[in-house]
Nanobody, 113 residues
């Protein structure tokens, strides 16, 4: 079975940086489209970054220029580098893999002074 495990969340100050990691097991990782989603309290889950097996990326305007998704296929790992963090970025961040629509359990990112 495909499993995703996120790590790297925590408390950071506005303007700070954080790097999230997601390790995937039970899959031919390089064939999957990987994504990072986030969900803030009372809000819908939203896509924040996506990367194909070939390395093409996609970001919404809310994070474009601040967040960078990358993948290390030999390590079966996808990363989310988050810079210039804002309080509005506070959310639980989830790793996703497609096809199959697999999800990790999430890692909490809190941006606060």
């Amino acid at each position: 079975q495909v499993q995703l495990v996120e790590s790297g969340g925590g408390l950071v100050q506005p303007g700070g940086s954080l790097r999230l990691s997601c390790v995937v097991s039970g899959a031919i990782f390089r064939l999957y489209v990987m994504g990072w989603y986030r969900q803030a309290p009372g809000k819908q889950r939203e896509l924040v970054a996506q990367i194909t097996g070939g390395g093409s990326t996609n970001y919404p305007d809310s994070v474009k220029g601040r967040f960078t998704i990358s993948r290390d296929n030999p390590k079966n790992t996808v990363y989310l580098q988050m810079n210039s963090l804002k309080p509005e970025d506070t959310a639980v961040y989830y790793c996703n893999a497609k096809p199959g629509n697999y999800w990790g359990k999430g890692t909490l990112v809190t941006v606060s002074s």
